[in-house]
């Protein structure tokens, strides 16, 4: 089977993922749909054939790494084909491999719905911008527009850590470094330290994974960095939540660190339209006086309230874009119950 014209085809068709599977046909993720590209299902020794092929793109990772473990992560590019996000495991005894196609051309903002009110953020000195939602959502776009705005209009050092970069960035008024983990740097911790002594003002960590790692980007946004990441949560109050639970034992510290220091969270899904389509929806939570008090109160609970009352300075709340598609006719009753952070009150809204 060879590779390269299977992700030429993935290319051409505008797919998002590719699966190679035993026991089933090379499929190709389009849209929602998953679309079988060849008429014969893999067998194992077919889809090792694949692995072992992705490893030859992707020279500076090791099979034998995959062999002992039992799955992988890397990212390779291919001239004239595109760039791809590979993840390798073992299933059912066999070997197996989901690729995300990654664009090479840098997402216009209005081509993914991304308001000016998220585009302005790019305006913040320090502190941390934190963008939130599942696998998938638009969580690095929604980054690479923000970064690709403070190219454009600030004279800086950016520096990216991510895994694996995804969006390339080249230079404009400001200086971008990117740095891929495992291949560029060790891990993220040791690229954020490293960072620091970068001369950096503004650094993008593509995940907040581990307790360590939290806390060393807590303390650079305290020393005059800005920091932006993501978390996989759904909610401005849901995100804030896990950062402070991560850290069992010194929770009243972070609430205190993260009560000075964060700037805002974007939270985002994409939801299913009427029409087959994915469209995206954002909540927009700017911090204030009010929600600094609330965090180092430890009255996350109460965030909601307060941005439900400000929603004239830029507050937007999650269910409140979906109730607007809804509204539009856009999607589904039972598509904006599904979405909703909170169904019982959706659920009474659009009946």
Known sequence: MDVVEILKKAIKENASDIFFVAGSPCMLKVGQQLVAITQEKMMPNDTKNIVQQLY?????????????????DFSFSLSQVGRFRVNVYRQ??????????????????????????????????????????????GKSTTLACLIDRMNETRN?????????????????????????VYH???????????????APEIILLGEMRDEETVSTALSAAETGHLILSTLHTVGAVNTIDRIVDMFQGHQDQVRSQLSMILEAVISEQLIPTI????????????VNPAIRSQIRENKIHQIENTMASNRQNGMVMMDDSIFELYQQNKISKDIAIQYSLHPDR?????Q
């Open 184 to 198: 560029d740097t060790k891990n993220y911790l040791t690229a954020l330290k490293s960072a620091l002594r970068e």
């Open 156 to 180: 800086c050092h950016i520096i990216t850590i991510e895994d694996p970069i995804e969006f390339l960035h080249s230079h404009k008024k400001s200086i971008v470094s990117q740095r891929e």
């Open 275 to 286: 029409d087959g389509e994915l469209i995206p929806v954002f909540e927009i939570m700017q």
């Open 92 to 137: 059912r005894n066999s070997e197996a491999a989901v690729l995300r196609v990654v664009k090479f051309e840098l997402p216009k903002p209005e081509d993914f719905h991304i308001p000016e009110s998220i585009l302005s953020l790019s305006n913040r000195r320090k502190g941390i911008i934190l963008v939130s939602g599942p696998a998938g959502s």
């Open 56 to 72: 030859g793109f992707a020279p500076y990772c090791s099979y034998e790494n995959f062999e002992k473990n039992g799955e992988d």
């Open 346 to 350: 959706m659920k009474s809204r659009v």
